[in-house]
């Protein structure tokens, strides 16, 4: 297992500034959420590929910048929308693949009560793209999204039951919080179906902190991971009005593993 920080957090830098500055903090692991189009060019990937190989790094996974759209893009009544919107995630699926990641994360659809594809037209075409995204070595995964379908359990527990082998799920804690549930039954509901996580703390005050900064207790947490046999990867994923100083994203960083080693071997 890696432990590892995403771009996200840097934001609005440069998506390879931001890398560099996680480079320096000394992760070894990184999810890159894409923000534009051109990031997504062979120009724009094979230099910084070479920098994270140099660097002793590896892309756990990557975050599209078209997530507040795929209601629009790939849920919405108009299906000739979602069949012009597929080659658009083809080259995001080519872009993980080509820079090694093997977790593509989707937020889905809005949580809309009128006008929206019932739940079995959603997961056909979740169904679709992540087939597509199999031919790169890359696993579409669902997450847990504060307004969006993916906020119920029900909704996670019936995907998991449509999709089968085929489901993947990302748990965001603080999209849990936010969503008025308990981030341990969302845990369970996603089962061994869970792939990837993206960890963050919270009080009752404030529902997203930084690892170790808050009240969540990580060791009930990684006996749960343990006891469902979960093999994923772990990103830090917060914003950056979270965290005053970089120093205090890397002792986050390091409290975190410490806690995390004492449950699964972590590189």
Do not use: W
Request: proline share 2%.
């Amino acid at each position: 297992m890696k432990l590892g920080i995403s771009t996200a957090c840097m934001y609005p830098q440069l998506t390879e500034d931001a890398i560099d500055t996680l480079l320096n903090i000394g992760t070894n692991g990184i999810e890159i959420f894409f923000n534009t189009s051109s990031e997504l060019d062979i120009q724009y990937l094979t230099p910084l590929k070479n920098k994270i190989t140099e660097n002793n790094c590896q892309v756990l996974s990557i975050h599209p910048f078209t997530s507040c759209c795929e209601s629009y893009f790939i849920f919405s009544e108009y299906y000739r929308r979602f069949i012009d919107t597929i080659p658009i995630y083809k080259r995001m699926f080519e872009a993980a693949g080509f820079l090694g990641a093997k977790i593509a994360v989707i937020h889905g659809a809005a949580d809309k009560k009128v006008r929206t594809i019932n739940n079995v037209e959603y997961f056909k075409r979740f169904e679709f793209l992540y087939d597509m995204a199999q031919e790169y070595g890359v696993v579409l995964a669902q997450e847990n999204v504060n307004l969006f379908k993916s906020q119920n359990i029900d909704f996670i527990k019936e995907m998991k039951n449509y999709m089968k082998e085929k489901a993947a799920f990302v748990l965001d804690i603080k999209q849990a919080v936010r969503s008025g549930n308990n981030p341990f039954d969302v845990c369970s509901a996603m089962g061994n179906s869970l792939k990837h996580i993206h960890l963050n703390d919270n009080t009752k005050t404030q529902d997203c902190l930084l690892p170790c900064e808050g009240t969540f207790d990580y060791n009930k947490f990684f006996d749960l991971l343990k006891l469902n046999n979960y093999v994923g990867n772990i990103i830090i994923e917060v914003y950056n009005h979270n965290f005053k100083t970089l120093n205090q994203l890397k002792s986050s960083y390091i409290n975190i593993k410490n806690i995390a080693e004492k449950y699964f071997d972590i590189e």
